[in-house]
């Protein structure tokens, strides 16, 4: 049985330490299930949150989107192995033959996208009633044009450079999903937001959940939350969802905490619903199964990362945009599903995720899940990682790397650090505070590093 009082104090300690003005929570299993809420949903701070409060999701749409691609590759309606330019003829990448990059390789990030600017620009540039902050301004100063089309997003593609060949390198990347949107719209004969409707949130319940670019239809529901960002140290709030219209199955879910927590149960049963095949098990196996290795690090599956952990495979995934920070995954295979929705942007919402883990683990509520962890030994080669790497999406990132007094150092866009060794090419970037700033694991080849992976994109050596 779930220590509920004990989990409800954990997690309002970790809400209230944050200041975060409103988070909902939940684990679904098979015969028991556990909701919270703390916190508000207005600007006011008068009107409570509820394990119903809609919230954005976020890059949690991924899994989704990749489950849609799955049942319909399930139903034989798509090849997930065909080229991408059998559906989007405009589609090409410098340097590679246009049937190389496929359908799967869009799903699991492996294309050779590199991080770009078009999703960053299309908020700006499509997003009324956002404040005038110095971001907006330096996006719209450098988009090129609305990046409100997907023509215009392909476009841009076309003139970048590859992080790699089809099939070679993961790197994170919203462009391929939103590629993989178009892709389900002409394999189901039908729009996006409606097969979602009709395969995932209807069969599965989920009656206050909706794929939608802006919030017109889910105002219609009620109970939908508002937006809340920490900028020089103040908390604005406003009600200005993202608009990016050529980004719609890469992030756009709106959802609660109750029903994406059904939706992660549902993939932990292989489809299951309350007793009835509700997703097709290849499906959800082609999303997150036997097609995926298994390792104690993160493995980027269709939307989902995979890893094993003591005995245990969890698959999760984060959300991020304005005003939402987001968290979810499951136990595979042992009937679990948890979520956690958060009002305010940039917030990690690891420690809200594990502590539900741990909960239904029988685990000390504050262990940690982390995977990238220090250990006692010296890293061989530091002349092989020293350099600067630049990561282009938004305003560029710039990550540089020296040696001082034989102690790797480096800085991130101007915030300092040290380097803690964690074992391969795998580091912690520490700051002299202690806190974590980034996780980097450095891409060697030929004797000298030719790009590090900083977080889940892929940053070329400049």
């Not at 090129?144 to 997003?153: R, S, W």
């Not at 530091?382 to 102690?407: A, F, K, T």
Request: a negative charge; glycine letters at 10%.
């Amino acid at each position: 049985m779930l220590d509920t009082k004990a989990l409800d104090t954990f997690l309002s300690r970790l809400a209230e330490e944050r200041h975060l003005p409103g988070v909902s929570a939940c684990i679904m299993g098979e015969n028991d299930s556990y909701f919270f809420a703390h916190g508000f949903r207005d600007a006011a701070l008068a009107v409570p949150v509820d394990i119903d409060t809609i919230y954005g999701v976020a890059s949690m749409s991924k899994s989704i989107t990749a489950l849609c691609a799955c049942i319909l590759a399930a139903d034989g309606r798509l090849d997930l192995d065909a080229p991408v330019v059998d559906f989007l003829p405009r589609f090409s990448m410098p340097g590679q033959p246009k049937e190389a990059p496929t359908v799967r390789h869009l799903a699991m990030h492996t294309a050779g996208l590199p991080p770009m600017e078009p999703m960053e620009w299309s908020i700006a540039m499509n997003t009324p009633g956002r404040n005038e902050t110095a971001w907006i301004s330096e996006m719209r100063r450098t988009a090129p044009n609305a990046m409100a089309t997907l023509d215009q997003l392909m476009d841009y593609i076309a003139c970048c450079t590859p992080v790699g060949a089809p099939g070679e390198v993961m790197s994170y990347s919203n462009e391929g999903y939103a590629l993989l949107s178009a892709i389900i719209d002409k394999a189901a004969g039908m729009p996006l937001e409606q097969f979602m409707q009709e395969r995932v949130f209807d069969p599965l319940g989920m009656t206050r959940s909706i794929l939608e670019d802006g919030t017109e239809k889910a105002r219609m529901f009620g109970n939908l939350t508002s937006l809340f960002e920490v900028e020089d140290g103040k908390r604005t709030c406003d009600d200005a969802w993202s608009v990016l219209p050529p980004y719609r199955g890469c992030a756009m879910v709106k959802s609660t905490a109750r029903d994406m927590a059904v939706y992660y149960r549902a993939l932990s049963n292989m489809g299951m619903h309350e007793g009835r095949q509700v997703l097709p098990a290849k499906a959800v196996d082609l999303l997150i199964g036997r097609y995926h290795p298994l390792s104690i690090h993160p493995v980027m599956c269709m939307g989902l990362y995979k890893r094993e952990k003591d005995g245990h495979i969890l698959c999760e995934h984060a959300g991020a945009l304005h005003g939402a920070s987001a968290k979810g995954g499951l136990l595979l295979g042992e009937g679990y599903g948890f979520a956690v929705l958060c009002n305010q942007g940039d917030e990690n919402m690891d420690a809200f995720l594990w502590a539900m883990y741990n909960a239904v683990l029988g685990l000390p509520l504050d262990t940690s899940h982390e995977d990238f962890l220090p250990i006692e030994r010296t890293f061989s080669a530091p002349h092989m990682i020293r350099g600067r790497y630049i990561g282009h999406e938004g305003v560029p990132s710039v990550l540089c790397i020296h040696l001082e007094d034989e102690i790797l150092q480096g800085t991130r866009d101007g915030d300092a650090f040290t380097l803690r060794y964690c074992g391969g090419t795998r580091f912690l970037a520490v700051t002299e505070s202690g806190e974590t700033l980034c996780k980097l694991e450095f891409l060697i080849r030929g004797g000298r590093a030719w790009g590090v992976r900083c977080g889940t994109r892929i940053f070329e050596r400049d």
